[in-house]
């Protein structure tokens, strides 16, 4: 048995209809080849239709079943017609991953209130909507499980980044309600918290080499994480092998949120006083 075939065994994602919102580029592009991987009929979601129909021609192309569909999240008849869709071509939704999300710079003080609302739209209003209308489907079809892609920001402060730390600590919130709203019909909601992830969207951040550096050297695990890292903990939320983990925020940030103290000078306490002793 190959490492793939044991992997998709394990899981137990095996034609299991998975629909994945934000899918055309970096993490939600990710996490879909890593469901058709391991065997998951994947529904690709995205605004940008042709950045979604390329992805997913790619994987069409090592024998999995996907799906694109153009798809506005803030809008509610676009997200009920792609919910169709899927339903018709693929089947009825078993995993939702809702990763489309936007953010931009602006202070607070000066936020103009049509962006803020623009933002909610898309960060907490898409989830929303998503997750009633492929929601549905899980529970006509006797469950599935929900897996929300939020932020680090959701639970510290970013500041100068507009309403996208309020839109993500919301879609946590929302994520345990329907938990507990949905749980009955047996359906799961989780939260994966990424930190710092390098995507193309990143990438002119991460082009910086002493930008790079510097963020690598705050994190324990000394390196910034990628797109996989965080489809492989959306793969592990999604399938039965968490059958009993709902409500729960996983944050993914390679030890970051555990080292703010190595960040505040000590001394007498520091790495080189304590190999001294």
Same mark, same amino acid.
């Given at each position: 048995m190959t490492l793939a075939s044991s992997s998709s065994s394990w899981l137990e994602l095996t034609n299991k209809v998975c629909v994945v919102t934000g899918a055309a580029s970096g993490i939600g592009a990710e996490i879909a080849r890593e469901l058709a991987a391991v065997g998951a009929r994947v529904a690709l979601l995205d605004r940008d239709e042709a950045g979604a129909t390329r992805v997913a021609g790619e994987i069409a192309e090592t024998g999995a079943r996907t799906l694109a569909v153009g798809c506005d999240i803030t809008s509610q008849a676009d997200v009920a017609s792609a919910a169709s869709t899927v339903e018709r071509e693929l089947g009825r939704c078993d995993v939702l991953v809702n990763n489309a999300a936007a953010i931009y710079a602006a202070a607070l003080m000066d936020i103009d209130l049509d962006k803020w609302n623009q933002l909610l739209?898309?960060?907490?209003?898409?989830?929303?909507?998503?997750? +009633?209308?492929?929601?549905?489907?899980?529970?006509?079809?006797?469950?599935?499980?929900?897996?929300?892609?939020?932020?680090?920001?959701?639970?510290?402060? +970013?500041?100068?980044?507009?309403?996208?730390?309020?839109?993500?600590?919301?879609?946590?919130?929302?994520? +345990?309600?329907?938990?507990?709203?949905?749980?009955?019909?047996?359906?799961?909601?989780?939260?994966?918290?990424?930190?710092?992830?390098?995507?193309?969207?990143?990438?002119?951040?991460?082009?910086?080499?002493?930008?790079?550096?510097?963020?690598? +050297?705050?994190?324990?695990?000394?390196?910034?994480?990628?797109p996989r890292d965080i489809a492989e903990v959306v793969l592990f939320l999604a399938s039965p092998r968490s059958g009993y983990v709902s409500g729960q925020d996983l944050l993914v940030d390679g030890g970051l949120s555990s080292a703010w103290l190595t960040l505040i000078p000590r001394p007498g306490f520091e790495k080189q006083d304590a190999e001294k002793a």
């Open positions: 739209a898309v960060n907490l209003g898409g989830v929303l909507l998503c997750s +009633q209308a492929f929601g549905r489907q899980m529970i006509a079809g006797g469950g599935g499980s929900m897996v929300h892609i939020a932020s680090i920001s959701g639970r510290v402060p +970013q500041p100068y980044s507009g309403p996208y730390s309020v839109s993500k600590a919301g879609v946590k919130m929302l994520s +345990q309600l329907l938990a507990v709203e949905l749980g009955e019909h047996g359906v799961r909601s989780n939260v994966v918290s990424p930190a710092m992830v390098r995507t193309p969207m990143s990438e002119v951040i991460y082009s910086n080499p002493e930008v790079l550096k510097r963020r690598e +050297q705050i994190v324990p695990a000394r390196r910034i994480s990628g």
